[in-house]
């Protein structure tokens, strides 16, 4: 043999020749991760174990291995190529990865082999803790040349590393993982022939500035922030920005110059935002974090916010740097991508996009959502950050995306238990990993609080009443600031059993004096019903009425939301006709309108006191309505219910909300307890129980809420531990409900276990961060087909506009213009052989159909007309249920909406 470990292929040429070898393609690696190592902040840093360039550069050399350079043809014919047969390359290991990890495994000290799990694990999946192979073919000579390697690289990059990980990380063992997210990015980097070529190497000094350069163009360094008073953080062309209220210095106050936990309990409408920003911004110009990467429960608040954080940058930056929107659709948005520089210079929005774009300039380094978390400053979905926790493929990216950064976590109290238990899990990760962690909440109970102080390693020893409440975690101390906060006007609140006539006829006559007043759904199929009945109640032009919920197109839908959110927003007009608008949970939170009256369907109390934080949420000179007003409308439960007549009782709220907990919230909102209901139900002779108890409330006066002060005491009157005299059929609820947790709880701590677990694909958001609900199907609804010239297919959108699209050419456009025309439907109302088309196949997401809309508004799958409808003001329906089957998801239509 006269080959050195320098004539070993590490990626071919695009003609099928050997490129740039093994040695080369690790030396490059090494100096992109010696790059990315001086970017990170000293906290981070002392994470990574001395050795770790050498490390990450090694994580290539199992490719010189036989079962790897078998697979380019060239190289085995050539004359210096060691002579084996077909059938000892297959029997050889071709997993270059596998091969890398069982290398250094070898050759690391016992106590250090682990740190080969990360180089094992850098296509994305880890390969196991200890991973032996039989024999290979040419082992002797492979493993000769392989070791000579090591060694050159150790000589250039440093040792290995000698000491295993920190015993105080596991056994989640976050500095290994870190470890591994830095590997796989470097390898990214230095995989990217825009900058270094695919063909051959360079020399150190050039390798190592062509590393610095391609960081530098990838927008890193970058992205720090100049110290400014909070008017200047927030000023916008059409203010000079506002003073900070007394939660907004609390914050400010809490956030002080080392990495912690802040958790933020604030009345709705209090600018939680805007103190969590301008926190981050005192840690990050201080030096003790870098980025921040804000979470939000959805898809459509993170587009919303993405701009309000924008303008903040612009204020608050140093120097130039991205902002980008992270979640599946993210790099769909026309301002998915923001170059942002300081404001006193010109704000570039990046290149406008062009139909000719390749698939490679479109889908560019940053356009996966977990790319995008490794921007300096990035806006998105939670489940972003948690698929970093769990057991999906590149978990460990999005951990090292997040390292060191200041992460905001907003409405907290929006997840169930299953996304709760990852939240928990996250939030002991990112304090891992030097983060600082800001969580927001409207309603948050006093035992969550303390379950993520605890995940945080903060002991909290006493829980105070006050609200609003700041509290600040440490160094393992835990400090409280309970900020004075001005109450609101007291609000009218009726909680009685109230019929949909009185409920119309109420929303009609309000609307009418002029007022803008909601109702609540919890489901859509109950809100589209409610809205064609309004519609028909109310005399032409005198009131506009609207609905919305997410069962519209994304361009309708964005349509629809942006002419409420005018209508009712901040500056909404302050004459004019009032409007009646019907919605279901996507007003909910996160959403700045404001209201002279609602009517709300029964939802537990957090859901509830959100609700209330769209009434009267902005001072106004004048409004038609003379107090606020907050209608709950109460089911009327039957005497002697056993729990599935209550479940009855309760309709489809109670497949969107445990059961339990509604019956909780109905007893505290009438402000009753609990056991004066059953002691009513023991006594009464006649007609007794629950149904007697609703109907002598039904007369009683009605009683006033005040905010903040009664947020706590409901809050923690509603999850409080059940009282021992509550009825035997809410006993049976509640021991359902804590049967569902146990298990959701025990699904979620399953799937944290990354190490041993298999990793899933990662392609659908919300994959494991998410408890699976009713399955639904993306459906892009269209109004015509047709072909065209040259092989083009012509498609016109419901609103005319029209595209030529490839079945075989991959365009961002088209792309885009497809997502503005899909709505997730139920899966029972598509046809079982919906059209599925290539054009659909290479631009649409992995399981969309699609649908033409006919004049009637009935859509047509292929030649199929289903029971599936669409019309633009109510959205897609059907006008027949879906018939009960083993097969059939029994809450089809009663998910929670968002």
């Known amino acids: 043999m006269t080959q050195t470990h320098g004539e070993f292929w590490a990626k071919t040429t695009p003609d099928g020749q050997p490129g740039i070898s093994v040695r080369d393609h690790c030396l490059n690696v090494g100096c992109v991760v010696e790059a990315l190592v001086a970017l990170l902040s000293p906290a981070v840093q002392a994470l990574l174990t001395p050795g770790a360039v050498t490390l990450a550069a090694l994580h290539d050399v199992g490719k010189i291995t036989i079962g790897f350079q078998a697979k380019c043809p060239p190289w085995l014919a050539r004359p210096d190529t060691p002579k084996v047969s077909r059938g000892e390359i297959t029997l050889t290991v071709s997993d270059h990865a596998l091969v890398s990890q069982v290398f250094l495994q070898r050759h690391l000290p016992l106590v250090a082999r682990l740190w080969a799990v990360a180089v094992g694990a850098h296509h994305g999946r880890p390969k196991g803790r200890n991973r032996q192979t039989g024999l290979e073919a040419c082992a002797e000579w492979a493993e000769t040349h392989r070791r000579q390697l090591a060694e050159e690289l150790a000589a250039l990059f440093g040792a290995l590393p000698v000491t295993s990980p920190d015993t105080r990380l596991a056994p989640h063992h976050s500095d290994l993982w870190l470890l591994a997210g830095l590997i796989t990015v470097a390898d990214w980097i230095g995989s990217n022939e825009t900058w270094f070529a695919p063909d051959h190497g360079l020399p150190l000094e050039a390798a190592r500035q062509q590393a610095r350069t391609a960081l530098a163009q990838i927008g890193w360094p970058g992205g720090k922030l100049k110290a400014t008073d909070f008017a200047a953080a927030f000023a916008t062309g059409r203010s000079t920005g506002f003073t900070p209220n007394p939660v907004q210095e609390a914050v400010a106050n809490a956030a002080v110059q080392t990495p912690g936990i802040v958790i933020v309990e604030g009345p709705m409408g209090c600018g939680k935002t805007e103190a969590a920003l301008f926190a981050a911004q005192q840690l990050i110009a201080s030096g003790a974090n870098h980025g921040i990467y804000f979470a939000l429960p959805t898809q459509v608040t993170s587009n919303r916010i993405h701009q309000r954080i924008g303008t903040f940058l612009r204020n608050t930056l140093a120097d130039e740097a991205p902002l ?519 631009h649409g997401t992995s399981d969309a159909v699609v649908a033409v809309v006919r004049d009637d508004g009935r859509c047509l799958f292929g030649d199929e007309v289903s029971d599936m409808q669409y019309d633009p003001r109510v959205g897609i329906f059907a006008e027949r249920a879906p018939q009960p089957t083993p097969q059939t998801w029994k809450d089809d239509d009663d998910e929670f909406d968002s």
């Open 324 to 842: 980008r929107l992270a979640h599946g659709n993210a790099w769909l948005e026309d301002d998915f991508d923001l170059r942002l520089r300081p404001a006193f210079t010109k704000v570039d929005l990046g290149k406008e996009d062009d139909p000719r774009e390749s698939t490679r300039e479109a889908r560019s380094w940053f356009a996966s959502a977990k790319q995008a978390l490794l921007a300096t400053y990035g806006v998105g979905t939670i489940d972003q950050a948690l698929q970093g926790v769990v057991a999906v493929k590149h978990f460990f990216v999005r951990r090292f995306a997040l390292a060191g950064k200041v992460v905001i976590l907003d409405e907290v109290h929006s997840y169930d238990i299953y996304t709760g238990t990852l939240v928990a899990a996250l939030v002991r990760e990112l304090m891992n990993l030097r983060c600082s962690v800001i969580i927001l909440s409207a309603t948050l109970t006093a035992e969550r609080r303390k379950e993520l102080l605890k995940e945080a390693g903060i002991t909290e020893t006493e829980s105070p009443p006050a609200y609003p409440l700041v509290t600040a975690g440490m160094n393992g101390e835990c400090r409280h600031i309970a900020p004075e906060w001005k109450p609101r006007p007291p609000i009218s609140l009726r909680a009685a059993v109230i019929s949909e006539a009185e409920t119309l006829a109420e929303l009609i006559r309000r609307a009418e004096a002029g007022q803008h007043v909601l109702w609540i759904r919890n489901t859509v199929v109950e809100a589209q019903p409610s809205f064609r009945e309004v519609c028909n109640a109310v005399r032409e032009g005198t009131v506009r009425v609207g609905l919305l919920h997410s069962r519209f197109p994304f361009h309708r839908r964005a349509e629809l939301e942006d002419e409420w959110l005018e209508l009712l927003g901040k500056n909404r007009p302050a004459d004019g006709s009032g409007t009646i608008l019907i919605a279901t949970q996507v007003v909910e939170q996160s959403v700045d309108i404001d209201l002279d009256f609602i009517v709300s369907d029964l939802a537990p109390t957090d859901m509830l006191l959100q609700r209330l934080g769209r009434l009267w949420r902005h001072e106004r000179p004048h409004r038609a309505a003379v107090e606020p007003e907050f209608w709950v409308r109460l089911p009327e439960l039957p005497a002697d219910a056993d729990a599935a007549a209550l479940k009855k009782s309760l309709g489809r709220s109670a497949r969107v909300y445990a059961p339990y907990v509604l019956l909780r919230t109905m007893a505290v909102w009438r402000q009753l307890p609990v056991a004066a209901d059953v002691s009513r139900l023991k006594s009464s002779e006649s007609q007794s129980g629950l149904t007697s108890a609703a109907t002598s409330l039904e007369n009683e006066r009605r009683s006033h809420i005040n905010l903040p002060a009664d947020i706590r005491p409901l809050l923690e009157a509603t999850y409080a531990e059940p009282d021992e005299n509550e009825p035997a059929a809410w006993r049976e609820l509640h021991e359902e409900l804590e049967k569902e947790n146990r298990k959701f709880v025990l699904s979620a701590d399953s799937v944290i276990r990354v190490l041993g677990t298999p990793s899933r694909d990662d392609k659908k958001e919300g994959f494991l961060t998410r408890r699976e609900g009713a399955p639904t199907t993306p459906v892009v609804l269209l109004r015509s087909i047709t072909g065209g010239l040259n092989g083009l297919t012509v498609l016109v959108a419901l609103d005319g506009s029209r595209i030529e699209i490839s079945e075989h050419e991959w365009r961002r456009s088209h792309a885009r213009f497809l997502h503005q025309w899909l709505v997730r439907a139920p899966r029972w109302m598509i046809p079982k052989n919906a059209p599925r088309p290539r054009w659909l196949d290479l």
